[in-house]
């Protein structure tokens, strides 16, 4: 398996561009989230879904939008960004029944 | 709402001696709790987590933890540490009935030198 992965591992952004963040994991997990990671606040869900079509807004989710179309990808776009999102992004993922989530080895994205 | 404090943002230990990263937590009703630690450029990676049951749980890599339900507290623990055990530690929190909702504290950076 290779677990969480996520694309790309670097991006530069210029403030107004918009951008997707790829996750996809192959362990059939029916939860997957998105988190970003800032220095001194440990990691802040964005957004989460619990399974194929069903998503929703975690504690910053402004400026970014989610979807879910099957049960292995869970992309995060940007849709206009802001030098505010310059961040650590993780993906994770569950299993419905389980109870630690798998992390993705992370996006560094920066906006000048 | 459920929170987690990691007091410490960094500590220091001689390699050979124990390890101690506190937490303690804020949440409605029992706790699901976690330990992740994430080494330099990478994602987290899971340690140890307390469900139920015996208070003192044991996880990866030699580490355990204490559930302290008086306290509110989950200290991560290792009697012996290595220079590789040098990381950036999280703890974090989840209620039962917040299925979806990991909270994490903002990390404690550990530093064992040789």
């Known amino acids: 398996n290779a677990g969480v992965t996520q694309t790309p591992k670097f991006q530069v952004l210029k403030t107004g561009q918009s951008m997707t963040l790829q996750c996809a994991q192959d362990?059939?997990?029916?939860?997957m989230s998105w988190y970003r990671q800032d220095p001194g606040m440990g990691l802040r869900l964005i957004h989460y879904?619990?399974?194929?079509?069903?998503?929703d807004q975690g504690e910053v989710p402004n400026g970014y939008n989610v979807s879910r179309s099957t049960t292995e990808d869970f992309p995060l776009r940007l849709l206009s960004a802001a030098p505010s999102q310059t961040s650590v992004y993780f993906c994770?993922?569950?299993?419905?029944?389980?109870?630690?989530?798998?992390f993705g080895p992370g996006t560094r994205l920066t906006v000048t | 709402a459920q929170s987690v404090a990691q007091p410490e943002d960094q500590v220091n230990v001689a390699e050979g001696n124990p390890l101690t990263v506190k937490c303690t937590y804020s949440?409605?009703?029992?706790?699901?709790l976690f330990w992740y630690v994430q080494y330099p450029n990478r994602g987290l990676q899971f340690l140890l987590k307390?469900?139920?049951?015996?208070?003192l749980v044991k996880g990866s890599y030699g580490f355990e933890a204490e559930f302290n339900k008086s306290q509110t507290s989950f200290h991560l623990k290792k009697p012996s540490a290595l220079v590789s055990d040098s990381a950036l530690y999280f703890c974090?929190?989840?209620?039962?009935?917040?299925?979806?909702?990991?909270?994490f504290g903002a990390g404690t950076t550990v530093t064992v030198r040789a």
């Open positions: 974090a929190v989840r209620a039962p009935i917040n299925d979806y909702k990991l909270s």
């Open positions: 994770a993922s569950r299993g419905l029944t389980s109870y630690e989530q798998y």
């Open positions: 949440v409605s009703g029992n706790p699901y």
């Open positions: 879904s619990v399974g194929a079509g069903i998503t």
């Open positions: 307390y469900i139920t049951g015996d208070n």
């Open positions: 362990m059939n997990h029916e939860y």
